[in-house]
């Protein structure tokens, strides 16, 4: 923040998990960076008003110092649409209070799968979550008709499934569509949107 020296925005208790998390990469046998490049870029990420816990995702996401760079200054000063589509309303509601207490996300919920053309087409998302298994219409069914749409089509899309069984590893990607065991940690999930809205895998190594 503007009103923060650079000593505070290091010493800030919010960043603790990122600290920690760079003095890792520091330690490690690789040595991404030196003790002045984790303050740098705690530091610009403060100053680009990023959340740590966005720096945290993306940084997990990759396996050196310019590749999280670069991240961070692909998603700078921009909001991503996220629309969120499942039956279940307490998952939504923890979704949209985790998304958008990270100010880096605007959110837009649809329980009843019927609805989530029109609120697809209304809310022009950056990208879709929607869940696998609903009982007015199945995931799969949901998104091919979204994407039947031509101003949806291109629009990347994640889908949540509890039948962790047919995925391998917790998560596979498929035509374009990216597919996440449940119970998914926001973590995860932020790293899963910030890769699949903006940067390709080859990207974040």
Known sequence: MQDKTAEEVLNDDAWAEVRNALKAAE?????????NEIRESIIRANAMDIEPSIVLACYE????HAGLVKQLHSIAGRRLRVLAIDDE??????????????RRY???TVIDPTKALEAALE?????ILIDVMMP???????LNELRSNESLRGIPA??????????????????GVLY????????KLIYCIEEHVHVGSSDFR
């Open 27 to 35: 330690d490690d046998g690789e040595k991404w960076w030196d003790k």
């Open 61 to 64: 996401a990759c396996s050196n």
């Open 89 to 102: 309303e307490a998952i939504l509601d923890g979704l949209r209070a985790n998304l958008e207490a990270t």
């Open 106 to 108: 605007k959110v837009c």
């Open 123 to 127: 809310f022009e998302p950056d990208i």
């Open 136 to 142: 007015e219409k199945h995931g799969i069914d949901l």
């Open 158 to 175: 994640i889908m949540v499934t509890a039948l962790a069984d047919q995925l391998e590893a917790g998560g596979v990607a498929k035509d």
């Open 180 to 187: 996440l065991s449940k119970p998914v940690s926001m973590k």
